[in-house]
Every structure is written in structure tokens, then in C-alpha cells.
């Protein structure tokens, strides 16, 4: 069973500072991986993926994310963080030869960037 | 949300009133997809389907209908065996042949309140 968890209900961090959301995921054997952005009473936005290749993969606005197999873990992170930033975060998985199964997702990461 | 359409943005369901969802694309996508999304639950899976008259239950299906008479069409049918409907619902698709792996594209959501 495929599985995203994404320990942290609730990000804080200051205009300017770095930021980290944390994905962690359950797959049987090589995944895909999603992050996706949600601004009030809207649908969700692509933000990047990782399929292969590098393990640093470079987004929509600034964002980019670690692929790490070892500890099993996507986190998104951006350098210097924006009050527009603000938003809901998903991340999401699904096995690489799993059949085109439905998009596993994280229950959802609420950044809020403060000025 | 170009080339997917969700209607109404806002619904209003009676007690024991079965209520419609519309999800229409243009974009030539092969899969549709129903997630439901409730607060600190993230997107939980309501139906999908890969192919014209053929859908497949998701993790949340009881309560809810779809059809798939049209590629570009994929409606939701909220029913009163549905106890607790109200709740933000997202329509979602993505090709299903290609080069590589493909995330999905959202519509802008339909919000539904039971009065």
C-alpha cells in the first residue's frame, strides 16, 4: 500500500528565512513524487514532481525538493521565504509500475509566513 | 485551472436531496478523478476512471455516483445515504499515455453545505 505523511500540521517561519516542509512516503518499489500548493477555496497547483534523475528537482516560484531514498523522504524547501508563500502544501506518491493507481496524498502542511 | 471546469463553485444540499457535481474537460485526459477534502484530512479519494463507461471505487465511495459517458465528463452525484456531505469536493485529471509520468490538473473545487 502506497502512504504520505506529513508530520507537520502547521509551519511558521519569518519573511526572508529559509523554509522546510516535510514529506515522508510508503511505496513498494520506486516512486513518484508530487508536491502541490492550495490557496483559499481553490483547486490544487502543480509544483513539482520527482520520476528520476537528480534528487534536487527545481519548481514553479522558487520552490525545489530533496529526493531522498534512503531515509524515504520529499521535502520541499525554498531559500528565502515570502509572505505570498502562505498557502496549504500536499505532498503525494504513487509507485512507479504500480498500474496508473490514483495519486496517493499527505493530509497537508499549512505554511504561514509572517513579515 | 484551464481546461477543466467544476460547477457550481458553491452548492447548497436539503436534508435527504441527492445533489449533482459537474466536472467537464477539454484537455483530451483520459482519467477523471473525485477527491473529497475535509479539514486536517487532506484529499481522500471518492471515485476514479480511466476509461468512457468504466469507473473504479475510491477509499470514500459509499454514498456518492458517478458516470463516465463522455471522455470529457465525469458528474458526481452526492446521494442521501451520504450522512455528513458537507465538505470541499476537487475534480482532477491527467493523460494516461506519454513519455513520462504526469501529475494531475485540479479544477477550482465545488463547495458543498448541507442546510
Known amino acids: 500500500a502506497q502512504s504520505v505523511a506529513q508530520p507537520e500540521d502547521q509551519v511558521n517561519v519569518a519573511e526572508g528565512n529559509p523554509l522546510t516542509v516535510k514529506c515522508t512516503y510508503s511505496?513498494?518499489?520506486?516512486?513518484?513524487l508530487f508536491w502541490y500548493v492550495q490557496y483559499p477555496n481553490r483547486g490544487l497547483q502543480f509544483l513539482l514532481k520527482?520520476?528520476?534523475?537528480?534528487?534536487l528537482v527545481k519548481g514553479s516560484y522558487g520552490f525545489e525538493a530533496e529526493f531522498n531514498k534512503s531515509q524515504t523522504s520529499f521535502h520541499l524547501k525554498k531559500p528565502s521565504a515570502l509572505v505570498s508563500d502562505s498557502a496549504l502544501y500536499f505532498c503525494?506518491?504513487?509507485?512507479?509500475?504500480?498500474?496508473?493507481?490514483?495519486?496517493?496524498f499527505g493530509k497537508g502542511t499549512r505554511l504561514s509566513v509572517i513579515a | 485551472d484551464g481546461g477543466i471546469t467544476q460547477s457550481p463553485k458553491y452548492l447548497f444540499r436539503k436534508e435527504g436531496q441527492n445533489v449533482t457535481l459537474s466536472c467537464e474537460q477539454n484537455?483530451?485526459?483520459?482519467?477523471m478523478y473525485w477527491y473529497r477534502q475535509d479539514p486536517g484530512q487532506g484529499l481522500r479519494l471518492i471515485y476514479y476512471?480511466?476509461?468512457?463507461?468504466?469507473?473504479q471505487k475510491g477509499d470514500i465511495a459509499e454514498g456518492y455516483s458517478v458516470s463516465r459517458e463522455k471522455k470529457e465528463s465525469f458528474p458526481l452525484t452526492v446521494t442521501s445515504a451520504q450522512k455528513n456531505p458537507t465538505a470541499f469536493y476537487l475534480c482532477?485529471?491527467?493523460?494516461?499515455?506519454?513519455?513520462?509520468?504526469?501529475?494531475?490538473?485540479f479544477g477550482s473545487g465545488t463547495r458543498l453545505t448541507v442546510v
Open positions: 520527482y520520476i528520476t534523475g537528480d534528487n
Open positions: 484537455l483530451n485526459h483520459d482519467a
Open positions: 511505496v513498494s518499489g520506486n516512486p513518484y
Open positions: 476512471s480511466q476509461i468512457v463507461n468504466d469507473f
Open positions: 503525494a506518491v504513487r509507485a512507479l509500475n504500480s498500474g496508473n493507481t490514483p495519486l496517493v
Open positions: 482532477a485529471i491527467t493523460p494516461l499515455t506519454g513519455p513520462g509520468d504526469y501529475g494531475y490538473t
